[in-house]
């Protein structure tokens, strides 16, 4: 794989940053909503916290620009 430039990876790495803040507000949020019942709730929850932790996996161990090379040539 080609190398990644400092810049894309500065921003990989900022955007990674604020996706865990986010996750955690998207919990809160499906937490104290009233509308749910628990089980979906609960759901929820799980379904958020294993994409964030993919998500973060995949950006800081894998290179995304290896994985997705069609769309990153451009």
Excluded: G, K, N, W
Aim: hydrophobic share 55%; charged share 15%; net charge negative.
């Amino acid at each position: 794989p080609r190398e990644t430039l400092d810049e894309f990876v500065i921003i990989r790495h900022v955007m990674t940053a604020f996706s865990i803040p986010l996750s955690m507000l998207c919990i809160y949020i499906v937490i104290t909503s009233r509308s749910l019942t628990r089980d979906y709730a609960l759901m929820l929850v799980v379904l958020l916290i294993d994409s964030a932790i993919i998500d973060i996996f995949t950006q800081l161990v894998f290179d995304p620009s290896f994985h997705s090379y069609i769309v990153c040539m451009y």
